[in-house]
């Protein structure tokens, strides 16, 4: 970094130059700091404008200016680090508030580790750290996950005598926690006498990290003092340990709310598949008359992705529009989400262009996106588009890459993108990753190479691997590998349900039907509950409505069947025949018709066509996969309806259009 030498030594004992600066020591500089300050928080344009002004009157011999400085082009909105600490290499003699800015700015740009070589830096030069150095550097190594550091940190804060410090003591008190080191920051809180709320909710979110959620209630109801952020922590560590109906108790109890608490309550709702709760929360939220603003609106948008309500979603981007509000990372973001899953992937397309400063998340969620619409060469595009502009990938953005090719049987493709990963963009590959690959391999007929591949790993390869494996086995009807893979399947994960319907349907197809009697004996056995189908449609109303087999909670079911019947009738004068090797049991083939009529996707698409306009769109979003029947049955409904029908269910997408599918019947 920059012309000055780093030396790992720790810091010298003696020998601070007291560098205590001198505001204003220029006229000019007020009005300065002002420009700064005012006009350059958003405007990289500006901000070169001020800086060429700060250069021609001198000022910059300024520390507070040229601190200043460093901290406008650290904005990570610009996406300059490297300027603001080119910058930073032309100050002479920086003072503490000048390295102060630098190492926030390297924070805020995601580069804690460039943080902690500027500290180095720092005391070695002889200036010395202040109070707001240290919540700086404590956050760092949180974000790097070192511990050695955090330690070592600790020290010099002593040494520093800064280790009566509130703010210091609680960045402490968080590094620890959220490292696990849980005892260190009971300690810390406990040895503090002047412990305040700041330092209380940092143990109780440490807490609450590590699952002593006893531990966090029992603090938080001895503190004397809470403000709306102990409320909030308490919200979401209630989430985060899937004690949903917790957290919406304390949700109802808090005196105070923000936009924390708000996005809070539906983000565990999301968390915890209740969708349903979540747009609740959301309507609660506009009746109380809360300001929408971009700090909320992802969570709410994430709800409407998850239950396809397209419409509310829409509504949502207009009010955005309307109001001018920021389209910033993770609003855009979860834009382009609500589009992709609510199946218009176009749309999410326009946002993406829209969107004026784009790190790693808005590409992701677009190259994701394209990949579960089946649209993988413009996935791969959108890529390569990616590393020209030097854009980081990450560890989600090879994830959708690679579900890209697998999506659409680009095995060398995907195998390229694998080996590369590490090598060229130093991703290090995770177990998603490897499940990826044997999908690819699996999915293209390759199941002895993803046999093989899987026997490779550095890592023991999870349940979600085998799973990919099994899947592929189910496809290719490979019932001796599907066999054998099941085996390890059923080993590894005795609870999973999904599991032994999988292996269950291998042996239906094959015939063998006293394999998947044993197996029905062997769930009873384990006590095994089959997750039932379900699947969900939202109305032109935005009301959600949910289907699954058997229940009849739906008031007009029986209009609902009548319709489906008839469906059902009018598409096999098309040519449509029941796959009866979807169906588990080994029953007559007229009952096994009738159980496949009624799967939940059916009903759905049966209620959707009787609740939607002449033409328009269905949109069904399943639990589990379609199976081979529903999507057989759905092409021709598309055709003979001539409606778009769009289903996401737990791997992808299908658009149904006139007799054909997006998938190509490859899925
Ligand atoms: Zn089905
Ligand atoms: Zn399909």
Same mark, same amino acid.
């Given at each position: 970094?920059?012309?000055?030498?780093?030396?790992?030594?720790?810091?010298?004992?003696?020998?601070?130059?007291?560098?205590?600066?001198?505001?204003?020591?220029?006229?000019?500089?007020?009005?300065?700091?002002?420009?700064?300050n005012?006009?350059?928080?958003?405007?990289?344009?500006?901000?070169?404008?001020?800086?060429a002004?700060?250069?021609?009157?001198?000022?910059?011999?300024?520390?507070?200016?040229?601190?200043?400085?460093?901290?406008?082009?650290?904005?990570?909105q610009?996406r300059?680090?490297?300027?603001?600490?080119?910058?930073?290499?032309?100050?002479?003699?920086?003072?503490?508030?000048?390295?102060?800015?630098?190492?926030?700015?390297?924070?805020?740009?995601e580069?804690?580790?460039?943080?902690?070589?500027?500290?180095?830096?720092?005391?070695?030069s002889?200036?010395?750290?202040?109070?707001?150095?240290?919540?700086?550097?404590?956050?760092?190594?949180?974000?790097?996950?070192?511990?050695?550091?955090?330690?070592?940190?600790?020290?010099?804060?002593?040494?520093f005598?800064?280790?009566?410090?509130?703010?210091?003591?609680s960045?402490?008190?968080q590094?620890?926690?959220?490292?696990?080191?849980?005892?260190?920051?009971?300690?810390?809180?406990?040895?503090?006498?002047?412990?305040?709320?700041?330092?209380?909710?940092?143990?109780?979110n440490?807490?609450?990290?590590?699952?002593?959620?006893?531990?966090?209630r029992?603090?938080?109801?001895?503190m004397?003092?809470?403000?709306?952020g102990?409320?909030?922590?308490?919200?979401?560590?209630?989430?985060?340990?899937?004690?949903?109906?917790?957290?919406?108790?304390?949700?109802?109890?808090?005196?105070v709310?923000?936009?924390?608490?708000?996005?809070?309550?539906?983000?565990?709702?999301?968390?915890?598949?209740?969708?349903?709760?979540?747009?609740?929360?959301f309507?609660?939220?506009?009746? %109380?008359?809360?300001?929408?603003?971009?700090?909320?609106?992802?969570s709410?948008?994430?709800?409407c992705?998850?239950?396809?309500?397209?419409?509310?979603?829409?509504?949502?981007?207009?009010?955005?529009?309307?109001?001018?509000?920021?389209?910033?990372?993770?609003?855009?973001?979860?834009?382009?989400?609500?589009?992709?899953?609510?199946?218009?992937?176009?749309?999410?397309?326009?946002?993406?262009?829209?969107?004026?400063?784009?790190?790693?998340?808005?590409?992701?969620?677009?190259?994701?996106?394209?990949?579960?619409?089946?649209?993988?060469?413009?996935?791969?595009?959108?890529?390569?588009?990616?590393?020209?502009?030097?854009?980081?990938?990450?560890?989600?953005?090879?994830?959708?890459?690679?579900?890209?090719?697998?999506?659409?049987?680009?095995?060398?493709?995907?195998?390229?993108?694998?080996?590369?990963?590490?090598?060229i963009?130093?991703?290090?590959?995770?177990?998603?990753?490897?499940?990826?690959?044997?999908?690819?391999?699996?999915?293209?007929?390759?199941?002895?190479? %993803?046999?093989?591949f899987?026997?490779?790993?550095?890592?023991? %390869?999870?349940g979600a691997?085998?799973?990919?494996?099994?899947?592929?086995?189910?496809?290719?009807?490979?019932?001796?590998?599907?066999?054998?893979?099941?085996?390890?399947?059923?080993?590894?994960?005795p609870?999973?349900?999904?599991?032994?319907?999988?292996?269950?349907?291998?042996?239906?197809?094959a015939?063998?039907?006293?394999?998947v009697?044993?197996?029905?004996?062997?769930?009873?056995?384990?006590?095994?509950?089959?997750?039932?189908?379900?699947?969900?449609?939202?109305?032109?109303?935005?009301?959600?409505?949910?289907?699954?087999?058997?229940?009849?909670?739906?008031?007009?079911?029986?209009?609902?069947?009548?319709?489906?019947?008839?469906?059902?009738?009018r598409?096999?004068?098309?040519?449509?025949?029941?796959?009866?090797?979807?169906v588990?049991?080994?029953?007559?083939?007229?009952?096994?018709?009738?159980?496949?009529?009624?799967?939940?996707?059916?009903?759905?698409?049966?209620?959707?066509?009787?609740?939607?306009?002449?033409?328009?769109?269905?949109?069904?979003?399943?639990?589990?996969?379609?199976?081979?029947d529903?999507?057989?049955?759905?092409?021709?409904?598309?055709?003979?309806?001539?409606r778009?029908i769009?289903?996401?269910?737990?791997?992808r997408?299908?658009?149904?259009?006139?007799?054909?599918?997006?998938?190509?019947?490859?899925?």
């Amino acid at each position: 970094m920059g012309t000055r030498t780093l030396v790992h030594n720790p810091p010298p004992e003696v020998n601070f130059k007291e560098n205590f600066s001198t505001p204003n020591l220029l006229h000019q500089s007020p009005s300065i700091l002002n420009l700064l300050n005012s006009k350059c928080t958003d405007s990289l344009q500006n901000l070169r404008q001020v800086h060429a002004v700060i250069l021609k009157t001198a000022s910059f011999r300024d520390h507070y200016v040229a601190g200043s400085l460093v901290k406008c082009y650290a904005n990570p909105q610009f996406r300059s680090l490297t300027s603001s600490l080119q910058v930073f290499q032309q100050v002479s003699a920086p003072n503490v508030f000048v390295f102060n800015c630098a190492i926030k700015g390297c924070l805020d740009n995601e580069e804690p580790a460039n943080a902690i070589l500027l500290y180095l830096e720092m005391v070695n030069s002889g200036s010395r750290p202040n109070k707001f150095t240290y919540p700086l550097l404590l956050k760092a190594c949180t974000m790097v996950k070192c511990i050695a550091e955090g330690l070592q940190l600790h020290c010099h804060v002593v040494k520093f005598g800064l280790n009566g410090d509130k703010h210091v003591i609680s960045a402490a008190i968080q590094m620890y926690a959220s490292l696990g080191h849980i005892e260190e920051a009971r300690n810390m809180y406990h040895s503090n006498e002047d412990s305040d709320v700041v330092c209380c909710n940092a143990l109780i979110n440490g807490y609450m990290k590590v699952g002593k959620v006893e531990a966090a209630r029992d603090l938080f109801d001895k503190m004397l003092e809470k403000n709306v952020g102990s409320w909030n922590i308490m919200v979401s560590g209630f989430a985060k340990n899937d004690m949903i109906d917790e957290a919406k108790k304390y949700f109802d109890e808090m005196p105070v709310r923000d936009d924390i608490s708000w996005s809070g309550m539906i983000d565990g709702f999301n968390k915890g598949d209740r969708f349903r709760e979540a747009m609740e929360v959301f309507t609660q939220m506009q009746e %109380a008359g809360v300001e929408l603003n971009r700090f909320v609106l992802p969570s709410v948008l994430a709800s409407c992705a998850n239950v396809c309500a397209l419409d509310q979603g829409k509504w949502i981007h207009a009010y955005v529009r309307s109001n001018n509000i920021l389209l910033d990372e993770a609003l855009g973001t979860s834009l382009i989400d609500m589009y992709s899953k609510g199946g218009c992937i176009d749309l999410a397309w326009d946002v993406f262009e829209k969107m004026e400063w784009k790190e790693v998340f808005p590409w992701n969620a677009m190259i994701g996106g394209l990949a579960m619409h089946g649209r993988s060469q413009e996935a791969i595009e959108l890529f390569s588009e990616m590393t020209k502009r030097d854009i980081k990938a990450n560890e989600v953005t090879f994830v959708a890459l690679l579900n890209a090719c697998a999506n659409s049987g680009l095995v060398d493709e995907g195998l390229n993108y694998f080996k590369t990963m590490k090598q060229i963009y130093h991703v290090e590959p995770m177990m998603e990753h490897y499940g990826c690959v044997v999908n690819i391999l699996g999915k293209a007929g390759f199941l002895v190479e %993803a046999e093989d591949f899987i026997k490779t790993m550095p890592m023991k %390869a999870n349940g979600a691997v085998w799973g990919a494996l099994l899947g592929a086995c189910k496809v290719h009807g490979n019932v001796e590998l599907g066999e054998s893979v099941g085996e390890i399947l059923l080993e590894l994960e005795p609870e999973s349900s999904g599991r032994y319907t999988l292996l269950s349907n291998i042996y239906a197809k094959a015939g063998k039907w006293d394999k998947v009697e044993r197996l029905r004996g062997l769930m009873k056995e384990r006590g095994v509950r089959t997750v039932p189908g379900m699947s969900m449609i939202t109305d032109i109303k935005g009301d959600v409505h949910m289907f699954k087999v058997g229940d009849y909670s739906n008031l007009r079911m029986k209009d609902i069947n009548l319709m489906l019947d008839k469906i059902i009738q009018r598409i096999k004068l098309h040519g449509y025949v029941p796959h009866t090797s979807e169906v588990l049991l080994d029953i007559s083939e007229e009952e096994k018709e009738t159980s496949l009529v009624y799967h939940s996707e059916k009903i759905a698409v049966a209620f959707g066509i009787m609740n939607t306009k002449l033409g328009s769109t269905v949109r069904i979003l399943k639990n589990l996969r379609i199976c081979e029947d529903c999507h057989s049955a759905f092409k021709i409904i598309s055709l003979i309806y001539e409606r778009e029908i769009i289903v996401r269910d737990r791997a992808r997408y299908h658009h149904f259009v006139g007799g054909q599918c997006s998938c190509r019947d490859f899925w």
